[in-house]
């Protein structure tokens, strides 16, 4: 235990989650790192206890009116906590993702960058000073009208809205317009303008056809149900009263206003396919108006300027205070006040490994890892003291070159007076700790328990304890050989972001690892030259996908950020060696607490089967729908099968509270009482994965899901968790075992992000044992990944670099791990060797 019992966080009885009671002394002022496998609870100690409890007790001082306002996590079940300061936490999650989200702007760079064009830049003659805010495209006075500051405009042509010109508008030619009745309806108002719906598209006048397609009028007509042109002609003429009147809305227009303003996902998926997306012509895609893109700095407008490295504005910034060094000027006086403090901002984000950022680069585009050390960088700056900083697994996406750095940057917060709390599976990160907070011994109800808690060089001695084991030892596949290639796909004269015509081979039928630096352009080269070249390849000349793969295509495409034209480049011999295409990423499976686990997989489709084959639910007549929590007939009515309900509070935010009505078990009574094996359905969904295998043994459509999601490391996650409580690493392997419990299939080419994020190292070598299960099936996987460990079990690895951003983009080298351990141009050859000692 700690020994200076008046300078550490004591903390006793917490039960947060599946926490048993742990009581645990925690030292303040140093490097602690909280371990154990995944599900084990150690995140459940360092944020859902320690980070929970710092905030609500902050919250307490600030008025009710304010407290409502801010975003509250969960008051911990905890008996007491002593010693705890004000707490800073700093998460993986990016929020609500957003386009107008920038590098810039979450660091707040950009506010001095404006200023500086504002104050300092070079106007043309004549031309009045420009505020600061007219820099920014999010605001009026600074986005192009064209485009509200998007540099993106989207609209529609006639080849995507009438496929087929050979059709009626009856028989369906304007592809985009509604169906059901909407569709109807604007049949029937045509009818009514005097607009022939009965002959083929072609036949109808180019002005008519533009009008229906195109306008923004919206004329309101009486209209005729069931009625031809004639008939309804006839009907006007006569008077004949119209059945009901309708309103004419274009094909653009339905697509445009469907897009901007719907709420539901299935109609924005339908209209996707009809948008086409074009840079704004006004602004030409810098999404600011043309007085404020006339200003300049080094003779570069400030949307040039953002596009810059970094790395390359700190050197911009040198230059400036250079060239104004000995004047006395009132600009040479700004520059050098803003400059100083841009430079001031950029060196600790620059330390930790993100020179290769851009200002204007969107956050949507960047990895979980790399947003945390932008708002680590940030609290670096700020030089807070006496506080305790709660992290997420800092270390993830970063090579192990660039882990030195931010373990400089963590040991700088506590000399400035602060502790440092980190959730890691990194071994260098825990050896680099001063102390080790280690909890399992194993994952849910089997975890939850205070393993070891002590300096690190004492962890070894730990028998039950899974991180020492692997500490130890490291990672290595018994009696693995490495594989040949069955073939290459060949990409050439690649661009993407830092990819200036590369040339890549891409190893087929074995499991290739691509390795660089943080920043060199492995994602570019995998998850978007690779997966958008592939997607074209699939989409021209494989008409026939096998059944559930056009859904499966159809969903990645729309849910890509940006077009697979986008990716310049050819691919060769795909032909019949890639016939399906798997990207798993750490996106969310679901943005509701209804979608979960048991859902995603499809498991839930069996389980809800084998109560409907009760004999109490043949008596009672209930089938597979009345045990979905997501249909009326079965769900609880109170709360809809949602299991909670939000409680309003006068001056404090919304709680929620189990539904008085179902006690949160989400079901009718009746429900409730048709039990399987002794268990009704909201049992089965409160059960882990480990623990349903027990119930379900003889059903193989259960158990095949099953036993996936164990391989992955998720016996501890319950059937019935919401996806908003998955981290992004759940959500990757969650996806992984889907495809794993898939029907035997080969010539799949499946594409991993960082697979091993949030993964102990036990549980990496669960995972990697699958995927080279995957590859005996004759599939082929590819993966982007900064473990060592994992790189080293590979058959071949594809190092990029041999730096990050314009000094990256390269293929420094390729080939089986031993050919790749001996070049001496790889800044990852040596980590490499290290991994495989």
Request: a positive charge; aromatic letters at 6%; charged letters at 25%.
């Amino acid at each position: 235990m700690v020994k200076d019992i008046n300078n550490c966080v004591r903390v006793r009885g917490t039960k947060v989650h599946n926490l048993k009671s742990l009581d645990v002394d925690i030292p303040r002022d140093k490097i602690v790192a909280f371990t154990g496998i995944s599900g084990s609870g150690k995140s459940s100690l360092a944020f859902g206890t320690l980070y929970a409890e710092a905030q609500h007790r902050y919250l307490d001082s600030v008025s009710p009116y304010a407290r409502r306002l801010i975003d509250q996590i969960e008051q911990p079940e905890v008996e007491s906590i002593e010693g705890l300061p004000p707490a800073v936490g700093l998460h993986q999650q990016r929020g609500t993702p957003s386009i107008r989200s920038s590098v810039g702007s979450i660091t707040t760079l950009f506010n001095s960058v404006r200023m500086l064009f504002s104050r300092a830049g070079d106007y043309p003659e004549g031309q009045g000073i420009i505020y600061a805010d007219a820099f920014s495209p999010n605001t009026p006075q600074g986005a192009c009208e064209h485009c509200d500051g998007i540099g993106k405009v989207f609209d529609v042509d006639e080849s995507t809205l009438v496929p087929d010109k050979s059709l009626s508008i009856r028989e369906g030619a304007i592809a985009a317009w509604p169906g059901a009745w909407q569709g109807k309806n604007l049949v029937r108002v045509l009818l009514s303008l005097d607009i022939d719906v009965d002959v083929p598209w072609h036949e109808i006048p180019k002005t008519i056809r533009d009008w229906i397609l195109y306008t923004d009028e919206a004329p309101q007509v009486g209209v005729y149900r069931n009625y031809n042109l004639k008939q309804t002609q006839q009907a006007l003429s006569e008077g004949e009263p119209t059945s009901y009147k309708g309103t004419f809305v274009s094909a653009r227009r339905h697509v445009l206003d469907t897009f901007k303003s719907s709420q539901k996902e299935k109609a924005k998926q339908k209209i996707t396919p009809f948008l086409s997306i074009s840079t704004c012509p006004v602004c030409e895609g810098k999404k600011l108006k043309k007085a404020s893109l006339s200003v300049k700095i080094a003779e570069m407008d400030i949307v040039t300027f953002s596009r810059l490295s970094l790395g390359k504005v700190d050197q911009c910034m040198s230059d400036l205070l250079d060239a104004v060094a000995n004047e006395n000027s009132e600009k040479a006086k700004v520059i050098t006040r803003i400059a100083s403090d841009i430079r001031s901002r950029l060196a600790p984000i620059i330390n930790l490994g993100l020179g290769y950022l851009s200002l204007e680069r969107s956050t949507t585009t960047i990895s979980p890892g790399e947003l945390q050390r932008l708002r680590l960088a940030t609290q670096i700056k700020s030089t807070l003291f006496g506080v305790v900083y709660v992290m997420d697994e800092p270390s993830a996406g970063l090579h192990p070159k660039d882990v030195e750095s931010l373990l400089e940057a963590l040991k700088a917060l506590v000399n400035s007076g602060n502790s440092v709390f980190v959730v890691e599976h990194n071994p260098r990160v825990i050896q680099f700790s001063d102390w080790v907070v280690d909890v399992g011994p194993k994952a849910g109800i089997n975890g939850g328990e205070l393993v070891y808690s002590g300096p690190p060089s004492e962890l070894q001695n730990q028998s039950s304890s899974l991180t020492a084991k692997f500490m130890q030892r490291g990672l290595h596949i018994k009696n693995k050989e490495v594989r040949c290639p069955t073939g290459f796909l060949k990409l050439r004269n690649v661009h993407k972001n830092n990819l200036k015509g590369v040339d890549c081979d891409i190893p087929l039928g074995v499991m290739v690892t691509v390795t660089g630096v943080s920043g060199s352009g492995k994602s570019s080269l995998v998850s978007q030259a690779l997966v958008g070249l592939v997607k074209r390849h699939l989409k021209r000349d494989f008409k026939q996908p096998r059944e559930g793969d056009t859904k499966l295509l159809t969903a990645q495409r729309l849910l890509d950020s940006e077009p697979m034209e986008s990716v310049k480049g050819t691919i060769e011999n795909a032909g019949s060696n890639v016939e399906r295409l798997v990207v798993v990423n750490q996106s969310p499976i679901g943005r509701t607490p209804r979608s979960n686990l048991a859902t995603y997989t499809g498991l839930f489709d069996a389980v809800r089967k084998l109560f409907a084959a009760t004999a109490d639910a043949k008596a009672r007549r209930f089938d597979a729908g009345h045990f979905s929590f997501n249909v009326a007939k079965g769900r609880c009515p109170h709360c809809e099968g949602v299991g909670f309900v939000s409680v309003e509070l006068l001056f404090m935010p919304s709680v929620y509270s189990p539904c008085p009505e179902c006690g949160g078990k989400r079901y009718k009574d009746k429900i409730l009482e048709v039990k399987y094996k002794g268990l009704s359905i909201a049992d089965v969904l409160s059960k882990s994965v480990s623990d349903a295998r027990d119930i379900f043994v003889g059903e193989s459509a259960v158990m095949r899901a099953l036993d996936a999601l164990e391989s992955v490391g998720l016996g501890y996650i319950t059937l019935g968790q919401p996806a908003t409580e998955l981290s992004g690493g759940e959500a990757q392997r969650i996806k992984l075992a889907t495809e794993l419990k898939r029907a035997e299939s080969s010539n799949t080419l499946y594409v991993l992000d960082e697979p091993t994020t949030g993964l102990h190292l036990s549980d990496t070598s669960l995972l990697l044992t699958h995927l080279n299960r995957l590859v005996e099936k004759g599939n082929s996987v590819i993966m982007v990944e900064h473990n060592m460990h994992v790189a080293a079990n590979s058959d071949y690895i594809i190092d990029v670099g041999p730096n990050a951003g314009g000094q990256g983009g390269q293929i420094v080298c390729s080939g089986t791990p031993n050919q790749v351990f001996n070049n001496e141009k790889s800044a990852t050859a040596p980590f490499l060797r290290q991994a495989k000692r």
